[in-house]
């Protein structure tokens, strides 16, 4: 309850901290909501600013991103809305005579010849035409609205920085100068900044209108499910989806379809045209996506028709979870799971993961890339050099486990003894059953399918690494071997999504001439020309040899050292790889056969 | 004044009426039109005074909710470490230094254990006071350096900070007592009841003869130190050294840091306790010396007067306890065999025993004493509206003799809240918050 009406002056202490103040209760104080300037959840704070001058009130012009072009300068700034010298109580004598001292004594000069000018001809000046602040002047310094360039002329600033400018304007006077922009005319006003909140009752001042603080809000659900700028709301729907597959449609397990045209289209989830025929494939930059997607009126009355996504997937009315896999048959023995993993999955992933760098190393880089010709080049093989070197850095990851599973089951008396393996596999895997040998190729379409169907799921990897898996459910085994085989055979997967997905971004040049521009015509050099490279990869090989031996036998700060400088010797041999490539030398990591 | 009811107190002052709130011990400048109405509900009683001020908002916060203490943490002990003095003043509450019995000097061990049992479960952070008293201590200097010392060991051990006291006489201090104190910052309180003859009347060497001359002489060294280490001087009145203001203003010119009154209310054989009368002049003397604070402090100048200070900083912290000090809360009195009492006037009191220091404080005894002595529960303080600036009086003086003084303290309560208001106005300086 407040305080009564009589007039109380707490004296001491806990008087004072016992005294409620008459007023708004704290909720609504613009201190207490959720208010920022961007818009906010409970107010914006930036339209405090739209009256910063009392009497005026200004609309801040700006580009849609600080990053498009000023396409229209003339726009572009604080704009004059109107002029609100009556509705404007800051500006009325009770006010002023009602601020403290010494406010009053700096507000009053400046009130009345203020209301005087805009209720006069200066407020019948600006009344005409279209006025934007020019200049805006306190404590003896003034700020220019425009902004000089490079070649000497000026422009208009755009109005969010304009406004970041008013926001930063002090309690205290204020002089602004206004310039006509379609004709010629400059008016110069002596103001103050509003007091935007009565300094005892901490109420916003009774020039802002109600709904007024909260006309621009975050719609979270409505318009900026669509188009908030800072992706806050927009992160929590998809931007780019595979489209629904019908019943019946073959699926890859996780429920992409096999059928690769299909699985690798991916649709704007916010597509205006819902028929499934004619959805266009998704362009890669916003704005252009922006043309086919739903508007605002269309997402506020059709958000029905949006898809439910599972798994990246749009589904329809009906979803059919995909089958369950067939549980993988465990190894016979110790033994044998012990041979598979050192002489079949350990050389396939240190052969694989030289293949993938060797191609990494064939695709150009961003500044070989750039150019005319074809213009989102450089962005292209950003991603897929990105891409690739990460599925082969995950070879290397699952070489690592391969080995530690295998010094693990030495430790744990499993099986008689290890040695680290680091050896290559004369062939690869192309599918069930079938074999094709080891090669250092560039990432031309050929070779890409070829990673892609190592890679491929139920294929040969992670159907191996499945057995090895379900072996170690048993108790017998040390429970995290098994955790590590599920990894590998999960991160099967994900190498499979990339290599299609670079895939997909490299379609575009099908068909160009000169073939694969995105390529360096790069051939396997000589051991010699490669030579400090080869360096290098022996010295990672060494390193690695040694780092796993030490970590087998428990001495675990000599292993990390070792492991450590094969680390270091791994980055050094990616630079020199890339040295070699942009000079067209391949590594021959083995001899061409 | 007469018939003021429970919850609140109005007064009158040169900047209008003003009322205190009890509850939180509140001070509000009202209009006289609410003064009006508040002196029409006093006069109707105590429930139509609640439901003015509910009325008016002031009960929308409670500042009063625990009107007792439970298994408060012990924070300052002083230790009896000399159960004997040197000199014969005859109100003295240790009878002669020996509180009744035979003349001890706390043992090394007693004192040990009593500075170890002070630290004992304060945490990092937390301060603990260590204080010695008597009888008279410089009878037992080796003690009090020792104890000091090992407090400080502890004190950097633990990262808990203590403070130092030490009540004297005065007659046996020495130029490396004034090293001593001022290295460990103690608060040095001597013992003065008045100027020359005055003091000599009452403060005699156990000869007969005065120890004004020796005092004053002695203590030289410490007032020339004063920094970190203060020196006060504390006048215990009686009947006999009435004069107030003159006694102030001369300690004041010698240069302590602080001159404070203490009436002697209580007495083991009643000599030398104020009585009815002395309690009216006493009063008038305090107001007088209040007067004269006024009018330096106003002027800019200084007067440590140390009963005005002290009102002043609780009127405007708007301090209210239910307790008048922390004896037997936070605060114990050792005897020189290790007793813990409710304070150093309870030495060897068994109406203030409460544990020993090895054994520690018995909290069967401490929370009966606690439940008992609360102000809320004494009569006639429940329904007095200083009780909570006041906290119900000295426990030894209640206990022995009871409460004589109620109107003094009222008096000279009145008076500080017109005087806090005064300063406000005319130095609001003086009061940061």
């Given amino acids: ?593 | 004044m007469i018939g003021s009811p429970a919850d609140l107190h109005r007064f009158e002052t040169d900047f209008g009426p003003h009322v205190l709130i009890v509850d939180g011990s509140r001070v509000y400048a009202i209009d006289p039109a609410l003064g009006h109405e508040i002196d029409g509900a006093a006069s109707a009683g105590r429930e139509a005074v609640r439901a003015l001020l509910s009325s008016q908002g002031f009960a929308d916060t409670v500042f009063m909710r625990e009107t007792e203490l439970r298994d408060p943490p012990l924070r300052s002990l002083s230790l009896a470490v000399a159960q004997k003095c040197n000199l014969g003043c005859q109100y003295c509450y240790a009878q002669g230094g020996g509180f009744g019995g035979p003349e001890k000097a706390m043992p090394w061990a007693v004192a040990e254990a009593s500075v170890r049992r002070l630290f004992g479960q304060a945490r990092p952070g937390e301060r603990v006071n260590l204080a010695f008293l008597g009888g008279e201590p410089l009878t037992n200097r080796p003690v009090v350096r020792r104890a000091t010392e090992l407090a400080v060991r502890i004190a950097a051990e633990r990262g808990v900070p203590v403070g130092f006291a030490i009540t004297t006489n005065g007659t046996l201090l020495r130029p490396d007592d004034a090293e001593f104190f001022a290295g460990h910052a103690f608060a040095v309180t001597v013992s003065l009841d008045g100027v020359g003859e005055v003091h000599d009347r009452l403060r005699p060497f156990k000869s007969g003869r005065g120890s004004y001359g020796t005092v004053i002489e002695r203590i030289k060294p410490l007032l020339e130190r004063q920094g970190a280490m203060q020196v006060s001087a504390r006048v215990t009145v009686t009947p006999r050294n009435l004069g107030l203001r003159d006694t102030l203003d001369r300690f004041v010119e010698l240069g302590f840091e602080s001159v404070g009154f203490s009436p002697m209310l209580s007495s083991p054989a009643g000599s030398a306790q104020l009585d009815e009368p002395d309690l009216d002049v006493l009063l008038a003397e305090m107001i007088a010396c209040g007067r004269e604070f006024e009018r330096r402090v106003v002027a800019g100048q200084r007067y440590p007067f140390a009963n005005m200070r002290s009102a002043m900083q609780e009127i405007h912290r708007g301090t209210h306890r239910p307790y008048p000090c922390g004896a037997g809360a936070g605060y114990f009195g050792v005897s020189a065999d290790g007793g813990l009492f409710a304070c150093h006037r309870f030495v060897d009191d068994p109406a203030g025993a409460m544990g020993h220091v090895e054994t520690g404080v018995d909290r069967d005894v401490q929370r009966r004493w606690l439940a008992e002595r609360a102000v809320d529960r004494q009569e006639p303080c429940r329904s007095c509206w200083a009780r909570y600036l006041c906290g119900g009086g000295c426990h030894h003086e209640v206990i022995h003799r009871g409460r004589p003084a109620c109107d003094l303290i009222r008096g000279w309560l009145h008076y500080c809240l017109q005087a806090y208001v005064n300063l406000q106005e005319r130095c609001p300086e003086l009061f940061t918050s």
């Fill in chain 1, 1 to 593: 309850m407040a305080m009564g009406s009589r007039k109380l002056l707490p004296r001491n202490l806990t008087a004072r901290a016992a005294y409620r103040v008459a007023g708004n209760p704290d909720i609504t104080r613009p201190e207490d909501s959720v208010g920022n300037c961007y818009p906010g959840l409970d107010t914006d704070l930036r339209n405090l600013d739209r009256r910063f001058f009392p009497g005026l009130v200004f609309e801040f012009v700006a580009r849609r991103d600080t990053d498009a072009p000023y396409t229209e300068p003339h726009r572009y700034g604080a704009w004059l809305s109107y002029i609100d010298n009556w509705g404007d109580p800051d500006l009325q004598p009770e006010y002023v005579r009602g601020l403290d001292e010494p406010d009053r004594k700096w507000v009053a000069p400046l009130a009345g010849p203020l209301l005087d000018a805009l209720k006069g001809t200066v407020g019948e000046t600006l009344s005409v035409g279209i006025w934007y602040i020019d200049w805006i002047e306190q404590h003896g310094k003034r700020i220019s609205m425009n902004e000089r360039l490079p070649d000497g002329s000026t422009r208009p600033l755009d109005g969010l920085f304009v406004w970041r400018l008013v926001r930063g304007i002090e309690r205290g006077p204020v002089t602004i100068g206004l310039g006509r922009r379609d004709g010629d005319g400059q008016v110069v006003l002596n103001g103050w900044r509003r007091f935007f909140t009565d300094p005892h009752t901490g109420v916003i001042s009774a020039a802002y209108q109600p709904g007024e603080i909260m006309q621009s809000l975050c719609s979270p659900w409505q318009h900026d499910f669509r188009d908030c700028t800072c992706h806050y709301w927009a992160s929590n729907r998809p931007d780019v989806v595979h489209g629904e597959i019908d019943p019946g449609v073959p699926r890859l397990p996780g429920g992409r379809a096999v059928d690769a045209e299909r699985a690798e289209t991916l649709l704007d989830w916010m597509r205006a045209e819902r028929s499934q025929p004619m959805a266009g494939a998704t362009t890669n930059e916003m704005p252009l996506n922006r043309l086919d997607q739903m508007d605002y009126f269309q997402i506020n009355r059709a958000w029905q028709e949006l898809n439910v996504v599972i798994q990246n997937t749009e589904i329809g009315e009906v979803f059919f979870p995909p089958a369950a896999e067939a549980a993988a048959r465990p190894f016979g023995s110790v033994e044998e799971l012990a041979t598979e993993l050192r002489d079949v999955l350990a050389p396939l992933e240190m052969t694989l993961a030289l293949e993938y760098i060797y191609a990494r190393f064939s695709l150009r880089s961003p500044e070989e890339a750039a150019g005319p010709g074809w213009p989102t080049m450089s962005d292209d093989v950003i991603f897929a050099r990105h891409y690739l070197m990460l599925t082969a850095a995950s070879e290397m990851q699952h070489l690592r486990w391969v080995n530690e599973i295998l010094w693990r089951l030495f430790d744990a008396k499993l099986v008689p003894d290890y040695r680290p393996v680091l050896v290559l596999s004369p062939t690869v895997p192309t599918g069930p059953g079938t074999r094709r040998p080891r090669a250092l190729r560039r990432l031309e379409p050929a070779t890409l399918d070829d990673f892609i169907a190592v890679e491929r799921p139920s294929g040969t990897i992670d159907g191996a690494y499945a057995r090895v898996a379900a072996t170690f459910a048993s108790d017998v085994y040390p429970q995290h071997l098994k955790d590590l085989a599920s990894r590998i055979a999960n991160d099967g997967m994900e190498h499979y999504s990339r290599l299609r997905d670079i895939r997909r971004v490299l379609q575009l040049y099908t068909g160009a001439t000169p073939p694969h521009p995105y390529l360096r015509p790069v051939e396997p050099g000589t051991p010699e020309q490669a030579a400090s490279a080869l360096a290098r990869y022996a010295e990672v090989v060494r390193n690695l040899t040694a780092g796993y031996a030490d970590m087998a036998h428990g001495a675990f700060d000599a292993g990390g050292r070792s492991i450590a400088a094969a680390r270091a010797a791994m980055n050094a041999l990616l630079d020199e790889g890339e040295r070699l490539a942009a000079a067209g030398i391949g590594i021959p990591f083995w001899p061409a056969s």
